[in-house]
């Protein structure tokens, strides 16, 4: 589930300065009044943060927390949320393939990367450990479409493409995505 939303002062608490904290109950609050999805705010992990690429006209950052669905069911209100579906990462990205859905970048990122952990148990433990990545996305025009590239590619800071020894990139070429990771 990828609620929206936005950080309201109210999320700040009795910490000001803690936009991490802040952003952690925002993401608690949005999940109950746009799915109706109660969490426990400790249950939260914080595995990403996103920043939209400079070339949007429309410019956001975005924490991504996990936690395990614990049951209940998602509030269909018309408003927020139209219709919903639960999907396996694998199933997201063959429907993004095939044109039925469309996922943001980040949104591909993770299902990429959740797609490799068979167990709910075993991503989150993965999840949790190691720094939170904060992205902010460099892309590029490339022949017939767009390469987003992350901070682990060696052609993030304006290196050729083709010699990039790391890889961490996202093609966006003739409607097609194709999302690319390998170490140095």
Request: proline share 7%; aromatic share 10%.
């Amino acid at each position: 589930m990828y609620p929206g939303g936005r950080i309201d002062p109210a999320d700040f608490g009795d910490e000001p300065d803690n936009v991490d904290e802040a952003a952690r109950r925002a993401a608690v609050r949005e999940a109950e009044e746009e799915a109706g999805v109660e969490l426990d705010p400790s249950s939260l992990i914080h595995f990403a943060e996103w920043t939209t690429p400079a070339i949007r006209p429309k410019r956001f950052r975005t924490w991504f927390f996990a936690a395990r669905a614990t049951g209940g069911e998602i509030a269909v209100d018309g408003g927020e949320i139209h219709a919903y579906r639960w999907m396996r990462p694998q199933d997201a990205l063959a429907a993004q393939a095939t044109g039925d859905i469309e996922l943001p970048g980040p949104t591909f990122v993770t299902s990429h990367w959740l797609s490799a952990h068979t167990r709910v148990e075993r991503a989150l433990a993965a999840l949790g450990r190691g720094p939170v990545p904060r992205y902010l996305p460099h892309t590029r025009k490339i022949e017939g479409g767009l390469v987003s590239l992350l901070p682990e590619d060696d052609a993030f800071d304006g290196g050729e493409l083709e010699e990039a020894r790391a890889r961490h990139r996202i093609y966006m070429v003739d409607g097609a995505w194709r999302y690319e990771r390998r170490e140095g």
